[in-house]
């Protein structure tokens, strides 16, 4: 008689930024454990049991019948299931004469938001770009979060450096284009937003939202202003002005690093809140009393996320964020803006302090619109017409890791097209979604509690310094291989070293350069020591957990290989399931910076040359409706709709629309409209709320699964509609090459009127 074993295995959510433990209890013998119950970890040392809705649900995706088990390959038009052998043999037959025919940049690739919580995907992604040799990269950053990652690397010199709110000790905290009651946050790694903004509250704390919807965020706030969609760097600079008018301008502690004041003194003149009403229609008394509250608060920030990042002047908005922060005395002070000191993997923690290159924009362009590149990353919007444009440099090869850019893009509708045009198209994901439906060879990964956890990207913007590793809770199949064993793989047959190279050929090359990298910075605890000494030292561990481990004890709380015997490594965190806490944010000026200067830019060159376009545009017309997309607790852009206990439920791809337009427009609550742009025409349902300000329509992002050949059983069920069918691939943020998806020009009418 077999008996049921019991356990209990503990690791960090992977769905989204929040970095929330979760304790999984299992049963079953060994190799046949099935996951029981997901709940909140209460011991985790940052999220103390908080769970939203998704993390429960990562046993739905690990059993989801349509999540790939082996990998497809497309045969007489078909996708059939092949061995790995096999799906690997096809792209290496296939890949390298494209890239003899037609250079290296024949070939594209597409990183997707998910990398960002794969530590394999993270850490793997980049040796396979530089093996492809490919200029042609993109990733969804410029449809979200890149304008910040521009401003904080001019202002700070690395993209990372990006200041988070203190949210467990400030005294009050404008935040503008961000919604974590819903989305958990975003650059600012924070589990349980609602319960840190009621303490905030409770220890009487002020919350203002700017936002043109009164979000369950803004419905928790003290002050809610609806501003017009787009006009976020108008307030901002409209707060500036009066900060810098009325003498409140007070640097604090970060006064003596801070460079460029004179230069934003002069340009924020000509946005008096007068001046800059219409733009944003909001009282000019009520901005006045915004800005005169801020200053005047012991310990406040200003936080802004995609709301102003995904919008015509979004590296203004996110540079405005800072300037205020830095002129009311609030960067770099608790309670304010602060940097997260991440115990791995942070530019910021890594070389000689205030000394670095910066960031650098636009060192190249794209072929046929000439867009500048940022971070080594073109546009995303360029994807589509550099497959279908024809001419020299024309891409003919994709390969896609993690993401579905078909629903996350502009004009998702000219991309789709151009996937069926392309030579050869090679997906890492794990389902036929909108986009993989084009692929000639999927390498599905495994699912998320068969791979180890660490959030080498987020906790660098994390509002409390901690560190957590999560070892899989569940084996792989047989003969599945690892998520950076296929990133590995698909490497060394773009080196020419064939399908059958053993990927730890990748690993050790990628360990070794990070080794060399340690021991000839004069600032690491292993500056001068044999790096075979070193790599000799790591023992018998592979792939993503062996360099974490390199990246944990040369970090700031490493052990330094014998140099600091109480600091982390990866055994540490091994023997700390629930996490190891390593304090509140600390001030870290200079020491953070990386600029050329070793200053903080306040005044960067190139954001300051873009204040002129603002300035054209205080007299741009603002009628018309502006159509703005919403986050939803249960939904990650198109992330785990195939999750049924998530879609149940009232629909919730509709339009919103405010009750005033709706009665001009003859709309009816729950009726279907038509909903028109430059680039194409939905139809949606209709619900009238208002929630909305008047002038402004709202549809949610990532649905629209209704295309043929999706292999999506509940999403297919509940489809709705790709609201970026909508978004126009010409409308760009110049300075980062980001998607406009918010505020985008649009006429509604009843459907079939």
Known sequence: MTTTATRTAFRTCPLCEAGCGLEIALAGPPGEEVVTRIRGDRADVFSHGF??????????????????????????GRLVEVDWAEAFAEVERRLPPIVQEHGRDAVAVYIGNPTAHSLGALLFV????????????????????????????????????????????????LMLGANPYASNGSLATAPDWPGRIEALRARGGTLVVVDPRRTRTAEAADRHLAIRPGADPYLLMALVNVVVTEGLVDLGPAGPYVRGVDTVVEVCRPFTPEATAVQTGLDPSEVRRLARDLAAAPRACVYGRIGTTVAPFGTLSSWLVDVLNTLTGNLDRPGGAMFATAAAGAANTRGTPRYGRGVRLHRRRSRVRGLGETMGELPVVCLAEEIDTPGEGQVRALVTIAGNPVLSTPNGARLDAALAGLDLYVAVDPYVNETTRH???????????????????????????????????????PGQPDEWEILARLALIAQGMGAGADPALVDDLVLRSLVESAVADETSPIAGRDPDEVVAALGDRRGPERILDLMLRVGPYGEGFGARPDGLSLDV???????????????????????????????????????????????????????????????????????????????????????????????????????????????????VTDAIRPGVVSIPHGWGHDLDGVELRVARAHAGVNTNLLADDELIDPLSGTAVLNGIPVEVAPAGG
Request: charged share 25%.
């Open 573 to 687: 965190l091994l023997a700390n399931p629930h996490g190891v806490d390593l304090g509140p944010l600390r001030p870290r000026l200079p020491e953070v910076l990386r600029t050329p200067s070793g200053m903080v830019e306040l005044a960067p060159e190139p954001i300051v040359a873009d204040v002129e376009r603002l300035l054209a545009g205080l007299d741009a017309p603002v009628g018309g409706l502006r159509l703005i997309g919403r986050r939803d607790l249960r939904s990650n852009n198109s992330w785990m709709h195939n999750v049924e206990v998530l879609v149940k439920g009232r629909p919730r791809c509709t339009l919103q629309v405010h009750p005033d337009d709706a009665a001009r427009l003859g709309l009816t609550d729950g009726a279907p409209a038509e909903v028109t742009s430059r680039t194409g025409k939905i139809t949606v349902p209709v619900e």
């Open 439 to 477: 692929a000639d060879v999927i390498l599905p990964p495994p699912t998320p509690l068969q791979k180890s956890h660490y959030d080498l990207a987020l906790l660098q913007l994390a509002v409390r310094n901690v560190a957590n590793y999560s070892p899989p809770v569940l084996p792989r199949a």
């Open 126 to 173: 980049r040796p396979l770009v530089r093996a492809l040799g490919t200029t042609n990269v993109y990733s969804a950053s410029t449809v979200d979060q890149r304008p910040k990652e521009v401003a904080a690397g001019l202002m700070f010199g690395t993209s990372l450096s990006v200041p988070v709110p203190d949210v467990d000790r400030t005294d009050f905290l």
């Open 51 to 76: 769970i939203c809705p998704k993390g429960s649900t990562l046993k739905h995706l690990h059993e989801d019948p349509d999540w790939l088990r082996r990998p497809r390959v497309r045969r007489g």
